[in-house]
Antibody
Framework: QLQLQESGSGLVKPSQTLSLTCAVS??????????WSWIRQPPGKGLEWIGY???????YYNPSLKSRVTISVDRSKNQFSLKLSSVTAADTAVYYC??????????????????WGQGTLVTVSS | QTVVTQEPSLTVSPGGTVTLTCASS?????????PNWFQQKPGQAPRALIY???NKHSWTPARFSGSLLGGKAALTLSGVQPEDEAEYYC???????????FGTGTKVTVL
């Protein structure tokens, strides 16, 4: 059973770069048919999709964050990472990683999201 | 900027039925947006319920169902249980830009 676990600094100073890693266990990050996402949730607010990376290395980002976000894959460590630069207090949130699967069943394309990591709180403060 | 809108809050009695909707600012939601629905309880990570409009995960209770309704994605809870009290989020895929957008979320209260 695939599991995801976020890790990284829980406290980041304003203007610095937030760095998080999502470790994948129980399966290979290099398997085809999947993308690997980062999602965040500010305290008391809704979910925001940050971006994702395919096993091929192709990346797609939320336009509102695109200038500050980098998602990368480390296949040797079976993990993927998030970097968010020039952070402000507005970037304080619980950050989740998740896998999306794309399958074709009876001629129809299906997209599903599972599993999710448990989430990690990142606070931006001096 | 694309906005996906859900009802802020809904209240339902135990055993009742409630329908949550998910609308896109770009127009009608179709199966091509691959609507996904998630349930989130306080302090927990979201849990997937429905994928690609109406498909259930193996763990999704039978009382949850997904559909398209009047140009929106919809999640219907039938025979609501107290444990269904939670926040529910939809997620749409915009294929042209290859990006996802979460809905604003619906707080369901069972009362």
């Amino acid at each position: 059973q695939l599991q995801l676990q976020e890790s990284g600094s829980g406290l980041v100073k304003p203007s610095q770069t937030l760095s998080l890693t999502c470790a994948v266990s129980g399966g290979s990050i290099s398997s085809g048919g999947y993308s690997w996402s980062w999602i965040r949730q500010p305290p008391g607010k809704g979910l925001e999709w940050i971006g994702y990376i395919y096993h091929s290395g192709s990346t797609y980002y939320n336009p509102s964050l695109k200038s500050r976000v980098t998602i990368s894959v480390d296949r040797s460590k079976n993990q993927f990472s998030l970097k968010l630069s020039s952070v402000t207090a507005a970037d304080t949130a619980v950050y989740y990683c998740a896998r999306a699967g794309i399958t074709i069943r009876l001629g129809a394309t299906l997209i599903w999201f599972d599993p999710w990591g448990q989430g990690t709180l990142v606070t931006v403060s001096s | 900027q694309t906005v996906v809108t859900q009802e802020p809050s809904l209240t339902v009695s135990p055993g009742g039925t409630v329908t949550l909707t998910c609308a896109s600012s770009t127009g009608a939601v179709t199966s091509g947006y691959y609507p996904n629905w998630f349930q989130q309880k306080p302090g927990q990570a979201p849990r997937a319920l429905i994928y690609s409009t109406s498909n259930k995960h193996s763990w999704t209770p039978a009382r949850f169902s997904g559909s398209l309704l009047g140009g929106k994605a919809a999640l219907t809870l039938s025979g609501v249980q107290p444990e269904d009290e939670a926040e529910y989020y939809c997620l749409l895929y915009y294929g042209g830009a290859q990006l996802y957008v979460f809905g604003t979320g619906t707080k369901v209260t069972v009362l």
